[in-house]
T-cell receptor, first 114, second 114 residues
């Protein structure tokens, strides 16, 4: 079983739709949860960062973490064509760990069409 | 702007011909990472440097080497590229290696092996 599972999609939605992206994980030691956005042929850029369980909102983006279910989500409201990219979830263990290794999902490819 | 820079953006090499990829950073971060990312896959950590200390992943082939001559620069050397080494190579940096440290990625170098 992989540490982090993410449906690769592709996911195609019309402009203005609400998008839900999800990852599940198996390691209960994960404490930090991130979403990276990767445009085609570019490097990943950090989009959202959350610690432990709960919600975090930043503009049209909301990240949710449910540690009891080992499930994280990224919601995009009022999606735009410029949101078309691959979204990678990533997570790492607590500060006591010897290496803040990032465990990535394989990414979900999202296309928002006008 | 502080950033992570990778050169070249695209590299074509021949089977078995050594190739070097370059990464530089203006963030003054202690840690520099090299990842390999194949199409529709999660980035795979190859190794990282904490300052001058080199840390190799157990499953990184010997064909891959790295050098970090100073804080700002890090190189990835592929001694004898095979067709299976064609991928996007991502450089990333972070301040430290404890859990929760944010990693900042460069734009990547896409390697093609003929």
């Amino acid at each position: 079983q992989k540490e982090v599972e993410q449906d690769p999609g592709p996911l195609s939605v019309p402009e203005g739709a609400i998008v839900s992206l999800n990852c599940t994980y198996s390691n209960s030691a994960f404490q930090y949860f991130m979403w990276y956005r990767q445009y085609s042929r570019k490097g990943p850029e950090l989009l959202m960062y959350t610690y432990s369980s709960g919600n975090k909102e930043d503009g049209r983006f909301t990240a949710q973490v449910d540690k009891s279910s080992k499930y994280i989500s990224l919601f995009i409201r009022d999606s735009q064509p410029s949101d078309s990219a691959t979204y990678l979830c990533a997570m790492s263990a607590g500060r006591g760990s010897t290496l803040g290794r990032l465990y990535f999902g394989r990414g979900t490819q999202l296309t928002v069409w006008p | 702007d502080a950033m992570v820079i990778q050169n070249p953006r695209y590299q074509v090499t021949q089977f078995g011909k050594p190739v070097t990829l370059s990464c530089s950073q203006t963030l003054n971060h202690n840690v520099m990472y090299w990842y390999q990312q194949k199409s529709s896959q999660a980035p795979k950590l190859l190794f990282h440097y904490y300052d001058k200390d080199f840390n190799n992943e157990a499953d990184t082939p010997d064909n891959f080497q790295s050098r970090r001559p100073n804080t700002s620069f890090c190189f990835l050397d592929i001694r004898s590229p095979g067709l299976g080494d064609a991928a996007m190579y991502l450089c990333a940096t972070s301040r430290g290696t404890s859990g929760g440290e944010t990693q900042y990625f460069g734009p990547g170098t896409r390697l093609l092996v003929l």
